[in-house]
């Protein structure tokens, strides 16, 4: 696609929004979600309170997600993953399952309350990495140390510079610097970290607190005992599973499972692949260590849209207003 053509392409989008936008705010919206019917997994990742887009693109503020919660009170039928594997489903009702990944102690913070205003359930799918000595996962480490750290860094030999976008891009090889970390083992990504650390104390600000926080072996137990909670694993320390070795992935789901376990008391059998990657071997090996909901991104083939395990999920997008969210929750895409 040429840049006119992506111009073009986004102007339109946008004179969509606006569309769907001005719709809604003259009530015309109501037989468009009085008529929806199916079911979609969502999944968000942190809430904060303010600036979302600060270091990444996977956070919305409490004031939009409480709006998120009141439209779906208002149209949807809100499920547990359980209900949704066991297609308990509303004839009357769009069925929407919401889902958060990564663990981040915000969600313990804003969502459980919300939740619980609002009687409405959710999975959160946490990772180990306050076992493994960390209460940050490697890739938020990165994406803050990337936005306070200077513009020019050598990193193990290898000159890298920032985009645009406040990301570390090798000058040998172009590529970014979370992905190349994103394909190794937790060494590495430890390695980097450790080497790093002195860019920035962005620990000592406490305002960046909501941004990577993890949650604390009580939070995750706080948070299990709500009866509109489901707790599953998202991994041992963030790995792409489907990148490391698969007897590296098999230990990490088996173990993952097994801290959730020994802090909630309770059996663990969900599973948010990390970046929603998965691979054949990785869904064996899952399905292996226990786990019987799988929960990706998109189905990779055919064949995993007939695994009963397996669910898709649509990430929820921070640039767009909540009826624009709420359309595409229905319509399963953003354009």
Known sequence: MTLSQKIRSKLARNIKYLYRDIYYKLGLHKGFYQSARGSRILIYHGICQHDHLRFNTIFITQKTFESHLK???????????DAYYKQEFSKDRFNVCLTFDDGFANNYKYVLP??????????FFITAIQAAG????????????????????VYKNESHIKDRYNKYISLVSGEKLADKLRSGDFEEKADMMKLLSPLSDFKTNKYDEDYWLQMTPGQIRALSVSPFVTVGAHGY????????????????LALSRQYLEDIIGEKVTSLAFPYGSYSPEVIEAAKSTGYEQLLAMEFYSENDQEDK???????VNPFISTPNQ??????????
């Open 71 to 81: 439209f779906y009170k208002k149209h949807f039928n809100v499920i547990s993953l």
């Open 134 to 153: 960390y209460d940050i996962l490697w890739n938020d480490f990165l994406s803050i140390v990337s936005k306070y750290g200077p513009k020019e860094i």
């Open 326 to 335: 709420m359309y595409a929750t229905i319509t399963g895409n953003y354009e």
């Open 114 to 123: 919300l939740l619980e205003k609002y009687k409405i359930p959710a999975a």
């Open 309 to 315: 395990a397996i669910r898709e999920r649509l990430a």
């Open 237 to 252: 320390y963030h790995n792409d599973l489907a990148k490391i070795d698969i007897n590296n992935a098999t230990e990490e």
